[in-house]
């Protein structure tokens, strides 16, 4: 069977997962569940980030004495979070796990049989919000551009990983795969980044505290993303490569050039596309604590259903572009497309099909206006707003059907014709939009009377079900 591997970031457990992160990790859940769905086998992973110095920060704050404990405590936080907004993910890696940890040791020891560990003496600007080195000409009046804090002068003897004799090898394999970094304006940049001259990058600091200690020298802890990064290999590794990396544009380039090139010397495959997608803001601000407006997403999608939200996200914003978010559009597109494109277009279907005795055949007049090629394409890469609007045209056209042929005014063959068109097209739409919108897929499929089904019975002429209405899909929300 072919696999498919999925990777959200593992993100910091010194917060709770706010709906940015949530925006990532749902449109993962979108990506593993599209490919279930094709019949492969897919790996879907995510987890938390405990080895950085933020984890010592949040245990401190939050007064545990014991980090590790404080560390539990968080990572049952994030996954209690993806229980409740129902993320299919495969496995949950902590990189406090010994699995981890003895994978980043072995890969490690890989990287330096290869010749590229050196220790050396590093003098620097540490930012830890961003758990790594800025230097002087990224900084925005002295303080980190993302954080806007000041770094930390930092001088200490460290490990170094021969970086910079990836840079050709890296441009070369960007040129050569095109689909590596998306979308182009990432590739483009960190094209530039690479080209503007890589520097050998420093990978453990000096300490036996918290973190992954080296195998040679038990004083130095490992850097944070060094460590961090291996989390693909250590709990992915039987389905390594990566078929998608999925994250936002603030942690591309560790991704796409500290990442590829710590695979490259220790011999592993490239993963095959890492896509950033944009940056969330509310309202038009920054998601920030300070600004007190970090949305949990539980709290939305109790109050609009996980799948208005999940609707939203793939509807509202280009995937790959910076968007915003909004309660006022999340509520517009739930009352105007799913409860009333959508979730009319069963409710009236199923009245109708309900109250008929007769057999129902017709003649799949609406099959031209279902376009799946290019859905399918769309999907393959990765624009699920462009497959979203294909499949709502589909909606829509079915809306314009019912509305035309008036079939409350039919009766006998025609009535029949109009209402197995529209129930079949409903069961294809109930297939289509289960990796977006699993739970009214689910809904939809039972109204129906059908039973689950795969993208292979996308093609007119199946319908077989049991029509019987059920509770309606959506709720408007005043
Ligand atoms: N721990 C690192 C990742 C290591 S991966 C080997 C990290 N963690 S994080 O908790 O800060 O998560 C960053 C990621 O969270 C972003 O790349 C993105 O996926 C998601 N987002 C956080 N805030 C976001 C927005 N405001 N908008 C969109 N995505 C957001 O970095």
Known sequence: ??????????????????????????????????????????????????????????AKKFGFDDV?????HMAKQWKKTWKELGISY????????????????????KIMENGDIYKGKYTGLYCDGCETFLTESELVKGLCPLHKTPPRQVSEENYFFRLSKYSDKLLEH??????????????????????????DISISRPGSGWGIKLPNDETHVFWVWFDALINYIS??????????????KDIIRFHAVIWPAMLMSAGYELPRRIFA???????????????????DPVILAKKYSIDALRYFFVREIPFGEDGDFSEESLKRRLNNELANDLGNLLYRT?????????????????????????????????KFHKAMDEIWFFVKACNKYINEKEPWKLKGDELSNVLYN?????????ILIDPFMPETSKKMREQLGIRSQDLSMIRFGEFKGKPRRGEILFRKVE
């Open 235 to 248: 709990a992915g590794e039987k389905f390594w490569p990566a078929d998608v990396h999925l994250m936002a």
């Open 277 to 295: 997608h944009g940056f969330f803001t509310i309202n038009g601000q920054k998601i920030s604590k300070s600004l007190g407006n970090a949305i």
């Open 422 to 430: 529209l129930l079949e097209s409903l069961r294809i739409i109930s």
């Open 90 to 109: 495969d496995d949950f890696i902590r990189t406090t796990e010994p699995r981890h940890k003895k994978k980043v040791r072995e890969f490690f020891n």
């Open 1 to 58: 069977m072919q696999k498919f591997y999925v990777t959200t970031p593992i993100y910091y457990v010194n917060d709770v997962p706010h709906i940015g992160h949530a925006y990532t990790t749902i449109m993962a859940d979108v990506i593993a569940r599209w490919y279930r769905l094709k019949g492969l086998h897919v790996f879907f992973l995510t987890g938390t980030d405990e080895n950085s110095f933020k984890t010592l920060q949040g």
């Open 174 to 199: 960007i040129k050569e795969n095109p689909d590596f970094i998306l979308p182009k304006t990432r590739r483009n940049e960190v094209v530039s980044f690479i080209k503007s001259g890589l520097k």
């Open 350 to 382: 199923l009245t109708l099909a309900e109250r008929f005795k007769g057999k129902i055949e017709g003649d799949n007049e609406l099959e031209g206006y279902l376009r799946f090629k290019k859905i399918d394409k769309y999907m393959d890469q990765l």
């Open 68 to 72: 590790k404990e404080y560390a539990d």
